[in-house]
């Protein structure tokens, strides 16, 4: 667990640098997306840098040759040889045996003591870690358990590129996962509903879903991490900037700021994309 801690830390520093780089210097400008791929390339550097060993070993040769006639050059008188060892030169081996004795009762006693109680052994660090990482995981998963429910009820209508899902949403929510665009079809115009398509279809073309659920679960096990929660964020506010550039270079800007005004979401969905999430002075 120590190991672990300290790898976080260390992936926290490099997310913390990466990200004050992005917010400081990239945020503002129109490079969308280049910043996707900057705030992508972040995290994996920030889990992988951690795991690169940068020790250098450096071995030397021993002489063996050298070694031996050093020794037999010193030519130790066998008295002194046998005393190191604790034996007298009359072949007594009490000195020998002591220590060996001492070690046998040392080892008997230690075998002998009691075994710390399993409270003792417990790791309440890891409890902590674990218990958080389930709750923060189960999340994850009631919220994808969510999408494809409403994909599961709803009604499927196979398009070019992707699946339309009919859902009765009371208000103008729509959002894309994957494949899929959830909506309620009735409570748009003709005009609305073209442009909500290929807004969406720039979410499914461009995989921006892979970035969410990625980045979701990256949150689940280091839930401790705050850093994780703005990177999600920031890589949902630039598929946002990506689609709504797209979607208005083909239609009059203003008739596109217009319908971001009249469809925007209330807030950006934890999985998926919602249209009209991000403010428009900067999506234009």
Not at 18 to 38: C, K
Not at 66 to 86: F, H, K, M, R
Not at 244 to 251: H, L, V
Request: glycine share 6%.
């Amino acid at each position: 667990m120590n190991n672990f801690l300290f790898y976080s830390l260390q992936v926290a520093v490099c997310l913390g640098v990466l990200y004050l780089l992005y917010h400081w210097m990239f945020r503002g400008n129109t490079f969308h997306q280049w910043n996707r791929l900057f705030l992508l390339g972040a995290i994996i550097f920030s889990l992988l840098a951690p795991l690169g060993d940068f020790e250098v070993h450096i071995t030397t040769p021993i002489n063996i040759d050298g070694l031996v006639n050093t020794i037999e050059e010193t030519n130790l008188p066998s008295q002194s040889l046998a005393e190191s060892l604790g034996v007298s030169s009359n072949g007594n081996s009490d000195a020998l045996s002591q220590p060996i004795t001492q070690h046998k009762q040392q080892l008997g006693q230690a075998v002998n003591q009691p075994l710390p109680s399993l409270k003792a052994k417990i790791n309440w660090w890891v409890v902590a870690y674990l218990f958080g990482f389930a709750i923060a995981l189960g999340l994850f998963f009631i919220r994808l358990g969510k999408v494809c429910l409403l994909g599961w009820r709803g009604i499927k209508t196979k398009q070019d590129g992707f699946t339309e899902v009919h859902v009765p949403f009371r208000n103008k929510q729509v959002f894309s996962f994957f494949g899929f665009i959830f909506l309620n079809r009735e409570l748009f115009s003709v005009k609305e509903y073209d442009l909500l398509i290929q807004h969406e279809r720039v979410h499914i073309q461009q995989w921006h879903s892979l970035d969410v659920v990625q980045i979701e679960f990256l949150q689940a096990i280091f839930w401790f991490n705050p850093l994780f929660w703005l990177l999600r964020k920031a890589i949902q506010n630039e598929h946002e900037y990506l689609a709504d550039r797209q979607t208005a270079e083909a239609i009059n800007k203003s008739q596109y700021a217009q319908a971001l005004l009249n469809l925007a979401a209330a807030k950006q969905p934890r999985l998926g994309n919602a249209f009209a999430y991000v403010p428009i002075t900067t999506a234009l």
